[in-house]
């Protein structure tokens, strides 16, 4: 089973930035597609950005502009580098290689307005 951390969490005012990381215990990370989610209290889990394992991204349209989702398959390590945060992107952030059904933890990024 491949076990995913997240980090980079915290507390940002409206208009900050934060960078999650997520590292993933398999060496053979770099084969596989990933995913960063978000769930906000009373809300269903959301996909916020995806990386497939050649590189390609897509985004959610709420962050797009916003959000850069990148990998670097030599730290087996995906980053979400979050710009203008608003209050709205406040949840609990997971990565997740959803064909494997591994989730990280979740981190918490709270946006104060």
């Known amino acids: 089973q491949v076990q995913l951390v997240e980090s980079g969490g915290g507390l940002v005012q409206a208009g900050g930035s934060l960078r999650l990381s997520c590292a993933a215990s398999?060496?053979?990370?770099?084969?596989?597609?990933m995913g960063w989610y978000r769930q906000a209290p009373g809300k269903q889990r959301e996909l916020v950005a995806s990386?497939?394992?050649?590189?390609?991204?897509n985004y959610a349209d709420s962050v797009k502009g916003r959000f850069t989702i990148s990998r670097d398959n030599a730290k087996n390590t995906m980053y979400l580098q979050m710009n203008s945060l608003k209050p709205e992107d406040t949840a609990v952030y997971y990565c997740?290689?959803?064909?494997?059904?591994?989730w990280g933890q979740g981190t918490q990024v709270t946006v104060s307005s």
């Open positions: 997740a290689i959803s064909e494997l059904g591994s």
């Open positions: 398999t060496s053979i990370f770099s084969i596989y597609n």
């Open positions: 990386i497939t394992a050649r590189g390609n991204t």
